[in-house]
């Protein structure tokens, strides 16, 4: 069979499936299968494909056409300036969570070294990335997951930052170690009773932990930043990301435990979406 028509199969099954992307997922699909580039898919569509390859498409299609996320498909997913392994019970990144990497290299555009903690660390994209930009800053990262923390130590090795980064399984009420000038989290913000609206390929697929934060989508946030009071250094800086409906929440219990609020940040769709408060 030739590529064109496995494809063009292929994106009538997946819209058929509702599935909005389904031409650029047949094609990214396709070239994951014969382990080409996309740009080589396009410019090949008259070659053929052989059974095998054929077949282990057409699973993919399979599993995409029932919500299936395409990282966890293709194991890959791109954020910030770089390409991270991504596998199944690991959280897929956001674009919106760049908003957290731009404001740290905007704060600490000026500084040379610091040591940060990011507080459920999941691939290591945020991490990561900042590692990347920023070549003398040392990080920490902790996660209750395994999967999680072996992802993120593939991650660094492949980033060639491994040597900068320490990784603890733990959760934060149990994380005594060091002091910090800056913590960063992305922490579960979902409320428990919300979590059954969420996208059909988000409820169905990623990990709850990652997404359920209780009752009222606060209680993981209460407790990074409670622990955030013992943690951060003095004027060191905490900066989470929340729900576009939190920040008036977030900011109370940030003020209770001794934070002052210096910003709050607005994602691509502007809702607020990221607080940057400093440990006075």
Not at 54 to 76: C, D, H, I, W
Not at 121 to 134: A, D, F, H, M, Y
Request: aromatic letters at 10%; hydrophobic letters at 35%.
């Amino acid at each position: 069979m030739k590529i064109d028509t496995a494809i063009k199969q292929a994106n009538i099954i997946l819209k058929k499936n509702y599935i909005k992307s389904s031409l650029l997922d047949s094609e990214i699909l396709i070239s994951k299968v014969i382990n080409k580039s996309r740009e080589y898919i396009i410019l090949n569509l008259q070659k053929e494909i052989n059974k095998y390859d054929y077949l282990n498409f057409q699973k993919l299609v399979t599993e995409r056409s029932k919500g299936k996320p395409m990282a966890y498909l293709t194991g890959k997913k791109y954020f910030w300036k770089y390409e991270f392994e991504i596998g199944e019970g690991v959280l897929i990144p956001r674009p919106d969570t760049e908003l957290i990497i731009e404001q740290v290299l905007k704060i600490y555009k000026y500084k040379k070294k610091i040591n940060f903690l990011d507080v459920g660390v999941g691939s290591g994209s945020i991490l990561l990335s900042i590692l990347k930009e920023k070549k003398e800053f040392l990080g920490t990262g902790i996660d209750i997951s395994k999967n999680c923390l072996n992802l993120c130590k593939k991650n660094a090795y492949k980033l060639k930052v491994k040597e900068r980064v320490k990784l603890f399984k733990s959760d934060i009420d149990n994380f005594n170690l060091g002091k910090y000038d800056l913590i960063i989290s992305n922490p579960p913000y979902v409320k428990k009773l919300d979590l059954k609206k969420l996208d059909k390929d988000i409820k169905d697929f990623e990990p709850y932990l990652a997404l359920n934060g209780g009752l009222d989508g606060l209680s993981e946030i209460r407790k990074v930043i409670n622990k955030a009071t013992k943690l951060t250094k003095k004027n060191g800086k905490l900066i989470l990301e929340i729900a576009f409906n939190q920040k008036k929440e977030v900011k109370k219990i940030l003020m209770d435990k001794g934070f002052f609020i210096e910003a709050v940040i607005k994602d691509y769709s502007k809702n607020d979406r990221c607080i940057i408060s400093k440990k006075i």
